[in-house]
């Protein structure tokens, strides 16, 4: 059965280590609140709102993919854009956009297409992308498989797309409230269905071989994040890959797992990290955490505890699956290491496939 996503709202600073079902794993169940949510992520929409002011140009035509409520398209369409094309599988979703930009004026203008991008043709090349399928690591939700194809299928020569460059960031944590959260499955959207049936019908066997939604505080890394996969989206990009990486422990404590994130460059002068961990301790101006992209947390089921300049190594595998539009899976395992010693191994065993 689909379970509508809808997140409970705006992180506040006591919410710090909630632990959260993956929303990029259940995107084709959101619903008007999540999109709402979106709407209302400051971080969010100022970013792509100046990219699209950098980097659209009157007369030129746009595609949104994954238009939603079809804000992209209405600031594309201010700047001047000629046609935008809004692309969405959600028929009630587009339907609220149409009926928003009619309402703004646009309605000549915004081109309303049903259906998944992997599956739809567009009448002309367009001359700039603008997309948010992006998940917290950057990678899921499909995002690689969807744009890729979007750029070569859709995008005219010397065509630009928002985002053109992603990074994806890990770290190793002591988050041991969320790591105490995951033990018990005490997920804040406990009403979300039996998960962990469905974590068991794909390959996993407990709460521990999935990721998870969380704001996860700096105070809670043991060294300095890293890059772990970088994607150029003006070319072709492996979907499917093993990326091995290793850290210097700086900060003694818990190791409970890891936190991912991403950075993306949306235009020339124009970045969007998510890595920020104040939910707005203070004004909302003070907020510098996203309320839609939450960050990822990549749990081990045994907790250890880790010294000073002790090593943590980790690879980090991600397996695509084309016949399911939006998904992937990710394995991790690796092992803490001190000296020649290696003190502990750790791994989910939620095995692509």
């Known amino acids: 059965m689909s379970v509508p996503v809808t997140p409970p709202g705006r992180a506040s600073p006591d919410e710090l280590e909630q632990i959260w079902l993956a929303a990029s794993e259940r995107l084709l169940d959101w619903d008007d609140g999540f999109h709402e949510l979106l709407l209302g992520d400051r971080i969010r929409m100022r970013a792509f709102r100046a990219a ?5 140009q009157p007369g030129m035509t746009v595609l949104d ?4 409520t079809g804000i992209l398209a209405e600031w594309a369409l201010r ?14 979703v587009l339907a609220a956009a149409v ?4 309402a703004a004026g646009y309605g000549a203008s915004f081109k309303p297409v049903h259906g998944m991008s992997l599956e739809v043709a567009l009448p002309e090349a367009v001359d700039v992308i603008v997309s948010e399928t992006l998940g917290n690591l950057a990678d899921n939700e499909g995002a690689v498989e969807i744009l890729d194809d979007a750029r070569r299928r859709f995008l005219a020569p010397g065509g630009l797309m928002i985002p053109s460059r992603v990074e994806s960031y890990l770290v190793p944590v002591a988050a041991e409230r969320a790591h105490g959260l995951v033990r018990r499955c005490a997920v804040a959207d406990a009403d979300a269905g039996d998960w962990l049936s469905r974590v068991k019908q794909r390959g996993g066997r407990d709460q521990f071989d999935v990721y998870y939604d969380a704001v996860l505080p700096r105070s809670s890394h043991l060294t300095t994040a890293r890059v772990a996969r970088r994607y150029d989206l003006s070319r072709t990009n492996d979907a499917t890959y093993s990326e091995t990486l290793t850290w210097t422990v700086h900060d003694a404590g818990l190791f409970t797992g890891f936190k991912g994130y991403f950075i993306a460059t949306l235009s020339p002068t124009v970045a969007l990290d998510i890595s920020g961990d104040d939910p707005g301790s203070g004004t909302r101006d003070s907020r510098t955490s996203s309320d839609s992209w939450k960050h990822c947390y990549l749990p081990i089921a045994t ?3 880790v010294r000073r300049d002790d090593r943590i190594r980790v690879e980090l595998t991600r397996a695509a699956h084309p016949d399911r539009p939006f998904q992937q899976t990710y394995h991790w395992e690796g092992a803490v290491l001190r000296g020649p010693a290696c003190v502990a191994t750790f791994g989910n065993r939620q095995h692509p496939r």
């Open 52 to 56: 699209i002011d950098e980097v659209v």
């Open 65 to 68: 993919l994954g238009t939603g």
């Open 79 to 92: 700047k001047g854009a000629a046609r935008v094309y809004g692309l969405e599988f959600n028929r009630d």
């Open 99 to 102: 009926e928003r930009l009619g």
């Open 303 to 305: 907790p250890v505890v």
